[in-house]
């Protein structure tokens, strides 16, 4: 099993950037493909960016593409979510999860993952 904790939410002008982290504790973190979803209020959680076992291979969701940047470092234990040119509509809870994996795939749908996070709020204003 392996548990998360996300931090590095906060209050953003639009246009702004934060950094989320994410630190894994219990099992080999190089054993779990790692995603981050978000949840704004009154929505369903949403995939945003998932990353491979190895770090190789990403996804992201095509409404943040080309501005949030998703790593990993399984030495420190780490996920992080790079997120620049923040618009109001990215305001959400921002959840790390992380699925077990033989292979070194990502993947885009919540049900797969069996870990979580409890989130970290990013706000942004406009």
């Known amino acids: 099993q392996v548990q998360l904790v996300e931090s590095g939410g906060g209050l953003v002008q639009a246009g702004g950037s934060l950094r989320l982290s994410c630190v894994a504790s219990g099992h080999t973190l190089s054993l779990y493909a790692m995603g981050w979803f978000r949840q704004a209020p009154g929505k369903e959680r949403e995939f945003v960016a998932a990353i491979s076992r190895s770090g190789g291979r990403t996804s992201y969701v095509d409404s943040v593409k080309g501005r949030f940047t998703i790593s990993r470092d399984n030495g420190k234990k780490m996920v992080y979510l790079q997120m620049n040119s923040l618009k109001p509509e990215d305001t959400a809870v921002y959840y790390c999860?992380?699925?077990?994996?033989?292979?070194?795939?990502?993947?885009?749908?919540?049900?797969?993952?069996?870990?979580w996070g409890q989130g970290t709020q990013v706000t942004v204003s406009s």
């Open positions: 999860a992380a699925t077990f994996t033989y292979t070194d795939d990502y993947f885009l749908d919540k049900v797969r993952y069996g870990y």
